[in-house]
């Protein structure tokens, strides 16, 4: 109801020339009728005939709001006709054929190719009715002398009027156009896509030239096109029948895509369409579409401006995006797969070194030399050191391949804690290290987790602390419970990380800028393998740390196996 309301209320803003001269032919017949009552005419005897010239007057008063439809618009040209054809059989063809020129008057209210049509219909029908009378085949004219007198001026009166009303309404056409317009409709042209303006019944009011460029269409085409005929094609319309609906349920602009052809023949206009056409004509010289997005900004007056953006090759560019990321993917998996594959086959030499070095340190077979024992020695810790590299290798390369598995078993955390700090001792003790521990009594520790990431976590933590400590430095281990979660805390007195350190912690291969200060190398994956870890268990890390005071790294794990998702 709403929508009807809009294009009643449009249409009473155009067409005004029709209103305007049917009120001028209702006038001229009244000054005449008035003027023959007033000699003292039989007013009675001439009503009727009055009231007959009024009816294409009346019908197109009556029409007026809806004027620029095609079946109104024949209507009114044809009552016009019809009008003049009873004049001319009902009094005499001489001089009511003057009635006959009110049809092409009434068509230029209208459009201009409709004057030819109208004018060639009421030809024919004035040399029909003439023939008619001629060949004695017409009835004879049933009007008075005095009804023929005043027919004929009132008749001639009315149509000077009406025909001088058509030409005032037609010159306003040609009027200068105003300078605001003007530069209006350059600024819409240089809008770089489509823009074009709809009426509320959804037919072509405006299009800029890229718009009419993109559908091929006619400057005579516009005010004739709706959109079911630019957008015919099944998949387009229904994205246009949805964008319709969503606009008139909110005020707010409504976009779609559509795929339309690099190019398009002309489109029919209205009036030529037949049923069941879709308002385009043979197939693209080109099929290869284009992407296209619309967008539809509704107006208070129910109307709206349609406005599109090639998206070809935005949608290329994106696609483009989507497969280097798919390649880089690809990439990134087959660099895991062949660290993990070549650190699993380092193992075994490396097992292999470590074991008969460890042999000859023990001289298993005898005494050795003192630079062959020396050695053995360096051949056993560089081996070992290799060896832990490779390890963690090749666990990030199982985490980051998501082919990291935790086998989940419920243990005392405190025991794994006290077991790794032995661990690590002999390496403290060497450095002169403190090794403090802070467990928490009284309950027992009882987690479920992966208890050999729960020691590898620990031993990435102790042993970062350890290399990263000076000589006479603390590390203090904390083990407690809170809020139902284990925290666990490894803080040591070292050298500490700047805020741009700390920002490059946890991801892989990346190392503090005090790494290059410590004896010992480092892959810079232990802290990304704690992180990871961690995030594997559900549980939360986060690290302090400032230069020359030290670092605390916390670890907090929920008791209880998280839910699988």
Known sequence: MKLKAEVIILNFRTNRGVAFNSIIWILALLAVFAAAYFKGMDANSLLPYAVAASFPAVISLILWPFANREWVQVIVIFS??????????????IPMAFLFLCAPA???????????????????????????????????????????????????????????????VSSGDHAAKDPVLEAKADFTDAYPGAAMKFTPDGYLEMATKNARRLFALQDKDIQKINLTSLFSKD???????????????????????????????????????????????????????????????????????????????KEGALQALEDAQTSAKKESDEKTLFFAGVSHELRTPLNAIIGFSDMMRSRLFGPLPGKYAEYAELIHDSGQHMLDLVGDVLDMSKVEARQYQLNYDSFDAADVIRSSIKMVRPSADAAQLTLDADIETGTDLVVQAD????????????????????????????????????????????????????????KPYQQASNAGMVKGRSSGLGLALVKNLTQLHAGDFSITSHPGVGTNVLVSLPLKRPQQG
Not at 110 to 124: M, P
Not at 152 to 165: D, E, H, R, Y
Not at 457 to 482: E, M, Q, W, Y
């Open 80 to 93: 016009w006709i019809i009008m003049a054809m009873l004049a001319s059989f009902a009094l005499a063809f």
């Open 451 to 506: 208890r050999r990431a729960v020691r590898q976590i620990l031993l990435n933590l102790l042993s970062n602390a350890i290399k990263f400590t000076p000589k006479g430095g603390r590390v203090t281990t904390t083990a407690h419970l809170k809020d139902g979660r284990l925290e666990i805390g490894v803080s040591d007195t070292g050298t500490g990380m700047s805020a741009k350190d700390l920002e490059a912690v946890g």
């Open 235 to 313: 998949g387009n319309k229904l994205a246009m029948l949805g964008a319709m609906d969503a606009l008139r349920e909110r005020t707010e602009p409504v976009s779609f895509a559509v795929n339309l052809p690099r190019l398009k023949h002309k489109l029919k206009p209205r009036h030529k369409l037949r049923q069941g056409e879709t308002g385009s004509t043979g197939a693209t010289s080109d099929p290869e579409l284009n992407k296209m997005e619309f967008t539809f900004v509704p107006l208070d007056d129910g109307s709206f401006y349609g406005f599109s953006v090639d998206c070809s090759l």
């Open 106 to 168: 009434a068509a230029v209210l209208f459009e201009r190719a409709k004057v030819i049509e109208a004018t060639v219909f009421a030809a024919l029908v004035a040399i029909g009715v003439y023939y008619f009378q001629q060949a004695g085949l017409a009835p004879e004219p049933l009007a008075t002398a005095e009804q023929a007198n005043w027919a004929a001026l009132a008749g001639t009166v009315a149509t000077i009027a009406f025909i001088l009303g058509a030409m005032f």
